[in-house]
């Protein structure tokens, strides 16, 4: 009985808080001495957070006794914070700040939560206000300004970020820590389903060494951060509103997202609807353009958006938890395969659409028009989350996290107003981070992930079987700080398991050239002769461990430099793994690894051993934050081998196997021209991948300011180029921020970039002319703001290399963008 009590009352002791009997008071100020007011003081493990006044004083009470890490943040100020390690009694703690010449904004991607001068991983951070000049209808080219990412465009209505040459599975994608369980990393017509138009921030991590997000995160991670589950509850109502239009595209877009609660529940609504036509271009769409292609116009890139999330939060001293629901619905035109009629019917449509609109130029009815016509893409998605966090839970750690979310996403590909695919993906995932406190100076947090994901792709275009895909993983970060050295260790241990339905193969191949008819007749005759290969999967299961170690040296306050060493391993994706049929909406056919083609270039009978790709990687930052001017440059090395990549094989796919009569050879010649894909195959090889990206700035006076970046790649196989790797790019830009007025114009250059693939075209250099202004007033407490963005001033036309659709859908042409915004 004894024994039994005195454990219970262990248990009770190791599990209880700690007594809350402290006060620390104390006064932030700058370098000249002049009080902070605004600043934000908070207990590292806890809830507790204060601003200081008008004098920059700060009170804390009830604070714990153990381990009291001091955190002090300010937009313009350098980071601070002071470990007080266990403390008895009261204390006075002050701090000093160092003025910062950007906006130091805490990154919560990265693992400590550090700011972005003392990240160890490259990274940047795009606030809301920079997210709102830069909004774009995609993903991608709404970051694509960002030195070190461009953008896989799609068109105007699909794009994902590029980060340092890599794209799909290599570049992870998440919301608030989670993945966004789209099938954008399956295809690049597959529209990213992260929402920025109400996002507070979106964190840019560069380089492997993420080792909380998943292995295969190589090129980079990218967090989208927003409330939709709040941690705090606001003092008062606060959100903002949105109504723009768009000249290029006749694009119409409207926004609203508002926060509030009261006592200890919190709420969060937001909603947006875009509203698009085909976007003007310079030129034709095509480089080879045929007769009947309109000029000017990107034919069916149009889209119709609309999405809608709540959530609400329970917030106590201990925690808070919360839940989400998110809806999206997105219909979208697929650039660069629509169909056109034959010249007569072209021709006699035109006469006819001239003789009953002449002098009528209603955009909602050529908006109508446009969706019905070609291939479209119909999305609907609806996301479950739930999140939270205990501050303090037990002796030894300083918080819990937990975060899980369960999408159901479908989308159907429509051509001819049927369906001819359907691609359906339900998937839940969840992440456990625990927060511990120091250990002989050593802090992080060690974690575990699972995920599970059932794809299916039913239709004509279903280039992919049915995938269940269960990943599950250990993984932990750990920081300690010798002086002005800050050293951080890492390490993650995946299982991905694949579950794949069986398959067949049905693919005949003849080369990139035009066959004599009599010939071609002959091999029509010998392949419908074939049939189609079965295959049969086991289960494919892949172990993965990664490893990293980095120190970030503020050799001079305000002044730094980062080395990150890591060994990654990354299992194949499903798509690179077990692809195998006609990608109509990249007009490729895609072939996996697990697929050979035999002597005679087609399909062998038998399966492909895969392995994992694993890369050693080097990556150096200098970083330079405070006085009239700054720096960031990173330079990287990643060294690959068994890289994957995707590339030309020369060989155009022939699905036609039906005999033709003589009189009809002619016209089976030219449909087979028009059918044919070519046979894009996944392959391993060693790889080199190296480059940088930099920018700099300087602040001519308190309202001027110029800045400069750019950034470049190579990347190599050991006999050739890798495909699609951006070209050199330079830009500059010159603002001017004012009390009320604000604006910008910058030029981006982008070099030709002839550093090809095998079967790959080069592109031509462009550069690209951009501006904007806004004006700021405030009326009955609600700031106003006017704005104005124009876009490709020039209008030239502009290809992008990173593109399956480069030679097909070029970039839109002039665009000027008009809108009102109101914060309150």
């Given at each position: 009985?004894?024994?039994?009590?005195?454990?219970?009352?262990?248990?009770?002791?190791?599990?209880?808080?700690?007594?809350?009997?402290?006060?620390?008071?104390?006064?932030?100020?700058?370098?000249?001495?002049?009080?902070?007011?605004?600043?934000?003081?908070?207990?590292?493990?806890?809830?507790?957070?204060?601003?200081?006044?008008?004098?920059?004083?700060?009170?804390?009470?009830?604070?714990?006794?153990?381990?009291?890490?001091?955190?002090?943040?300010?937009?313009?100020?350098?980071?601070?914070?002071?470990?007080?390690?266990?403390?008895?009694?009261?204390?006075?703690?002050?701090?000093?700040?160092?003025?910062?010449?950007?906006?130091?904004?805490?990154?919560?991607?990265?693992?400590?939560?550090?700011?972005?001068?003392?990240?160890?991983?490259?990274?940047?951070?795009?606030?809301?206000?920079?997210?709102?000049?830069?909004?774009?209808?995609?993903?991608?080219?709404?970051?694509?300004?960002?030195?070190?990412?461009?953008?896989?465009?799609?068109?105007?209505?699909?794009?994902?970020?590029?980060?340092?040459?890599?794209?799909?599975?290599?570049?992870?994608?998440?919301?608030?820590?989670?993945?966004?369980?789209?099938?954008?990393?399956?295809?690049?017509?597959?529209?990213?389903?992260?929402?920025?138009?109400?996002?507070?921030?979106?964190?840019?991590?560069?380089?492997?060494?993420?080792?909380?997000?998943?292995?295969?995160?190589?090129?980079?991670?990218?967090?989208?951060?927003?409330?939709?589950?709040?941690?705090?509850?606001?003092?008062?109502?606060?959100?903002?509103?949105?109504?723009?239009?768009?000249?290029?595209?006749?694009?119409?877009?409207?926004?609203?997202?508002?926060?509030?609660?009261?006592?200890?529940?919190?709420?969060?609504?937001?909603?947006?609807?875009?509203?698009?036509?085909?976007?003007?271009?310079?030129?034709?769409?095509?480089?080879?353009?045929?007769?009947?292609?309109?000029?000017?116009?990107?034919?069916?890139?149009?889209?119709?958006?609309?999405?809608?999330?709540?959530?609400?939060?329970?917030?106590?001293?201990?925690?808070?938890?919360?839940?989400?629901?998110?809806?999206?619905?997105?219909?979208?035109?697929?650039?660069?395969?629509?169909?056109?009629?034959?010249?007569?019917?072209?021709?006699?449509?035109?006469?006819?659409?001239?003789?009953?609109?002449?002098?009528?130029?209603?955009?909602?009815?050529?908006?109508?028009?446009?969706?019905?016509?070609?291939?479209?893409?119909?999305?609907?998605?609806?996301?479950?989350?739930?999140?939270?966090?205990?501050?303090?839970?037990?002796?030894?750690?300083?918080?819990?996290?937990?975060?899980?979310?369960?999408?159901?996403?479908?989308?159907?590909?429509?051509?001819?107003?049927?369906?001819?695919?359907?691609?359906?993906?339900?998937?839940?995932?969840?992440?456990?981070?625990?927060?511990?406190?120091?250990?002989?100076?050593?802090?992080?947090?060690?974690?575990?992930?699972?995920?599970?994901?059932?794809?299916?792709?039913?239709?004509?275009?279903?280039?992919?079987?049915?995938?269940?895909?269960?990943?599950?993983?250990?993984?932990?970060?750990?920081?300690?700080?010798?002086?002005?050295?800050?050293?951080?260790?890492?390490?993650?241990?995946?299982?991905?398991?694949?579950?794949?339905?069986?398959?067949?193969?049905?693919?005949?191949?003849?080369?990139?050239?035009?066959?004599?008819?009599?010939?071609?007749?002959?091999?029509?005759?010998?392949?419908?002769?074939?049939?189609?290969?079965?295959?049969?999967?086991?289960?494919?299961?892949?172990?993965?461990?990664?490893?990293?170690?980095?120190?970030?040296?503020?050799?001079?306050?305000?002044?730094?430099?980062?080395?990150?060493?890591?060994?990654?391993?990354?299992?194949?994706?499903?798509?690179?793994?077990?692809?195998?049929?006609?990608?109509?909406?990249?007009?490729?056919?895609?072939?996996?690894?697990?697929?050979?083609?035999?002597?005679?270039?087609?399909?062998?009978?038998?399966?492909?051993?895969?392995?994992?790709?694993?890369?050693?990687?080097?990556?150096?930052?200098?970083?330079?934050?405070?006085?009239?001017?700054?720096?960031?440059?990173?330079?990287?090395?990643?060294?690959?081998?068994?890289?994957?990549?995707?590339?030309?094989?020369?060989?155009?796919?022939?699905?036609?196997?039906?005999?033709?009569?003589?009189?009809?050879?002619?016209?089976?010649?030219?449909?087979?021209?028009?059918?044919?894909?070519?046979?894009?195959?996944?392959?391993?090889?060693?790889?080199?991948?190296?480059?940088?990206?930099?920018?700099?700035?300087?602040?001519?006076?308190?309202?001027?300011?110029?800045?400069?970046?750019?950034?470049?790649?190579?990347?190599?196989?050991?006999n050739q180029d890798l495909p699609r790797i951006p070209p050199l790019r330079v830009g500059t830009k010159i603002s001017y921020t004012g009390t009320r007025l604000s604006?910008?114009?910058?030029?981006?250059?982008?070099?030709?970039?002839?550093?090809?693939?095998?079967?790959?075209?080069?592109?031509?250099?462009?550069?690209?002319?951009?501006?904007?202004?806004?004006?700021?007033?405030?009326?009955?407490?609600?700031?106003?703001?006017?704005?104005?963005?124009?876009?490709?001033?020039?209008?030239?036309?502009?290809?992008?290399?990173?593109?399956?659709?480069?030679?097909?859908?070029?970039?839109?042409?002039?665009?000027?963008?008009?809108?009102?915004?109101?914060?309150?």
């Amino acid at each position: 009985m004894f024994k039994r009590k005195l454990i219970t009352t262990s248990l009770v002791l190791a599990f209880a808080p700690a007594a809350l009997a402290n006060t620390i008071t104390g006064t932030i100020t700058n370098e000249a001495g002049n009080p902070v007011v605004g600043a934000q003081i908070s207990v590292e493990g806890s809830r507790k957070s204060v601003y200081t006044d008008k004098a920059g004083r700060y009170t804390l009470t009830n604070v714990a006794p153990r381990d009291v890490h001091l955190h002090v943040s300010s937009d313009q100020y350098l980071h601070g914070d002071k470990d007080l390690g266990a403390i008895e009694g009261d204390k006075v703690v002050n701090f000093t700040l160092t003025s910062s010449s950007v906006e130091n904004i805490l990154v919560t991607a990265t693992a400590m939560q550090s700011s972005i001068l003392e990240s160890v991983t490259p990274v940047s951070v795009l606030g809301a206000e920079e997210l709102r000049k830069n909004q774009a209808p995609t993903f991608g080219e709404t970051l694509k300004s960002t030195p070190g990412v461009h953008s896989t465009y799609y068109g105007p209505v699909s794009s994902s970020p590029v980060i340092r040459g890599n794209d799909g599975p290599r570049v992870k994608i998440v919301q608030n820590g989670l993945d966004i369980s789209d099938v954008s990393r399956i295809g690049p017509d597959h529209n990213v389903a992260a929402n920025t138009s109400s996002a507070t921030q979106v964190e840019i991590l560069r380089g492997p060494a993420t080792l909380q997000y998943g292995s295969g995160a190589i090129g980079g991670v990218v967090n989208v951060v927003d409330k939709r589950i709040p941690k705090t509850v606001p003092q008062q109502l606060e959100g903002e509103a949105e109504a723009r239009y768009s000249t290029a595209d006749n694009g119409q877009f409207a926004k609203v997202d508002i926060t509030g609660g009261k006592g200890v529940v919190a709420y969060h609504v937001d909603g947006f609807t875009r509203d698009t036509q085909d976007i003007d271009i310079p030129g034709f769409a095509s480089v080879a353009p045929d007769d009947d292609e309109p000029y000017g116009t990107l034919e069916n890139s149009a889209m119709d958006t609309t999405g809608v999330t709540g959530g609400l939060s329970y917030v106590q001293d201990e925690g808070y938890i919360g839940f989400a629901v998110e809806r999206l619905d997105n219909t979208y035109g697929v650039p660069g395969h629509s169909h056109h009629h034959d010249e007569e019917e072209e021709h006699a449509a035109h006469e006819e659409d001239t003789h009953d609109h002449e002098d009528d130029h209603d955009h909602e009815n050529e908006h109508e028009e446009q969706l019905e016509e070609g291939t479209k893409i119909d999305v609907e998605m609806t996301r479950y989350q739930i999140a939270g966090e205990l501050y303090s839970p037990v002796a030894f750690l300083n918080s819990i996290k937990f975060a899980a979310a369960h999408t159901d996403y479908t989308h159907a590909e429509i051509e001819e107003g049927d369906i001819g695919t359907r691609f359906n993906n339900d998937s839940t995932n969840l992440r456990v981070t625990a927060n511990h406190i120091k250990a002989n100076g050593w802090h992080g947090i060690v974690g575990i992930q699972a995920s599970t994901s059932d794809y299916e792709a039913v239709g004509a275009e279903a280039f992919s079987p049915p995938t269940e895909t269960d990943t599950y993983a250990l993984y932990v970060v750990e920081q300690k700080s010798f002086g002005a050295v800050t050293a951080e260790l890492g390490g993650r241990v995946e299982r991905t398991k694949y579950t794949v339905a069986d398959t067949q193969i049905d693919l005949h191949t003849g080369e990139h050239e035009e066959h004599e008819e009599h010939e071609e007749h002959e091999e029509h005759e010998g392949e419908a002769e074939e049939l189609p290969l079965q295959f049969a999967f086991d289960d494919y299961q892949f172990t993965s461990t990664s490893l990293s170690a980095g120190a970030n040296w503020e050799y001079q306050q305000g002044q730094s430099v980062a080395l990150t060493v890591s060994r990654n391993e990354r299992a194949p994706s499903q798509q690179e793994l077990f692809s195998g049929g006609a990608h109509l909406a990249s007009q490729t056919y895609e072939l996996g690894l697990v697929f050979a083609l035999d002597e005679d270039n087609e399909v062998a009978s038998g399966l492909r051993e895969v392995t994992e790709e694993v890369s050693t990687n080097i990556d150096l930052t200098f970083r330079k934050y405070t006085g009239n001017w700054g720096y960031t440059a990173s330079f990287f090395y990643n060294q690959a081998d068994d890289y994957i990549y995707q590339t030309d094989t020369g060989l155009t796919s022939l699905d036609e196997h039906e005999e033709h009569d003589e009189h009809a050879e002619d016209e089976a010649h030219d449909e087979h021209e028009e059918e044919g894909l070519p046979v894009f195959a996944f392959n391993q090889s060693d790889a080199d991948l190296y480059g940088m990206e930099a920018e700099v700035y300087y602040d001519l006076d308190t309202q001027w300011r110029v800045d400069v970046f750019a950034d470049m790649i190579r990347a190599k196989l050991d006999n050739q180029d890798l495909p699609r790797i951006p070209p050199l790019r330079v830009g500059t830009k010159i603002s001017y921020t004012g009390t009320r007025l604000s604006g910008e114009i910058g030029a981006t250059y982008n070099d030709a970039q002839d550093n090809t693939a095998p079967y790959e075209s080069v592109t031509d250099s462009y550069t690209l002319l951009n501006a904007n202004i806004q004006y700021e007033m405030m009326a009955k407490g609600v700031s106003w703001v006017l704005f104005a963005n124009a876009d490709n001033l020039t209008d030239e036309e502009a290809r992008v290399h990173t593109s399956f659709l480069k030679d097909k859908a070029p970039l839109p042409g002039r665009n000027v963008t008009v809108g009102v915004r109101a914060l309150f």
